[in-house]
């Protein structure tokens, strides 16, 4: 027996499920499919909040006073670079005027796709109306879309 009560050998393993050295219960570990799979899930969460914040006419620094993070946050949870907290995503859900739900939408679908370009010209386009600062100009705007929509 050594001076700490151990019999010989290094013993960095887990007893009945515990940690050795703090008796909390070991937390098993993830395999790496899960992982991926874990962190897939958090980069379609953080790509739904970009959407959101670019339908919405928002910079990433807008949103990030919103919430009460940096821009820097901000930027890593669009990214899904850092997990959203789920009291974080409430919040976000609250800014972007969506339910929590939203960011989840589409999430079983299993083959990943791209945004298209008529998608991504969509979004820079409702980002680009938000910012016009004149309602009648916005107003005006509105009126030939739904023109043009109706044109053979």
């Known amino acids: 027996m050594t001076e700490h009560g151990h019999t010989g050998g290094s013993h960095s393993g887990s007893?009945?499920?515990e940690?050795?050295?703090?008796?909390?219960?070991?937390?098993p570990t993830p395999s790496r499919r899960s992982t991926s799979r874990t962190q897939d899930i958090d980069r379609y969460v953080g790509a739904r909040i970009r959407e959101?914040?670019?339908?919405?006419?928002l910079t990433q620094q807008?949103?990030?006073?919103l919430i009460g993070v940096t821009y820097q946050q901000a930027h890593k949870y669009e990214r899904g670079i850092n997990r959203v907290s789920a009291g974080r995503l409430f919040e976000v859900a609250h800014v972007l005027s969506v339910p929590v739900s939203y960011f989840f939408d589409g999430l079983?679908?299993?083959?990943?796709?791209a945004i298209s370009p008529r998608e991504r010209m969509c979004l820079e386009l409702a980002r680009n109306f938000a910012q016009i600062p004149n309602e009648r100009h916005q107003?005006?705007?509105s009126q030939l879309a739904r023109v043009l929509a109706a044109a053979d």
């Open 15 to 17: 007893i009945d499920g």
């Open 19 to 27: 940690s050795a050295e703090s008796g909390v219960p070991a937390r």
């Open 52 to 57: 959101r914040r670019i339908m919405l006419g």
């Open 62 to 65: 807008q949103l990030a006073d």
């Open 108 to 113: 079983e679908q299993d083959n990943e796709r």
């Open 139 to 141: 107003e005006a705007l």
